[in-house]
């Protein structure tokens, strides 16, 4: 099992400005939600700042730490935006 926190961490040291929340959907620690917000999306797809997530957890869904991860990306002016 991973915690929230170690995802967090996993996940700002590729995208070191990045805000981050991390939600356990079933309590079992395997099947997360992630919530990153990053200037590094500017002008990217959302296929493309998905993957820089992905890649940051790599190891974790190689290893099934995370069996299961829905993504929410956003850039700082679209989170302003939702929020």
Do not use: N, R
């Amino acid at each position: 099992m991973i915690s929230p926190e170690q995802v967090e961490t996993m996940i700002k040291s590729q995208l070191p400005d990045a805000q981050v929340q991390i939600q356990d959907l079933t309590g079992g620690g395997d099947h997360l939600q992630a919530i990153v917000v990053s200037a590094q999306f500017e002008g990217k797809t959302l296929i493309k700042q998905h993957q820089l997530v992905y890649a940051a957890l790599q190891e974790a869904m190689a290893t099934e730490a995370i069996h299961a991860l829905a993504i929410k990306t956003y850039t700082p002016e679209a989170w302003k935006e939702a929020s």
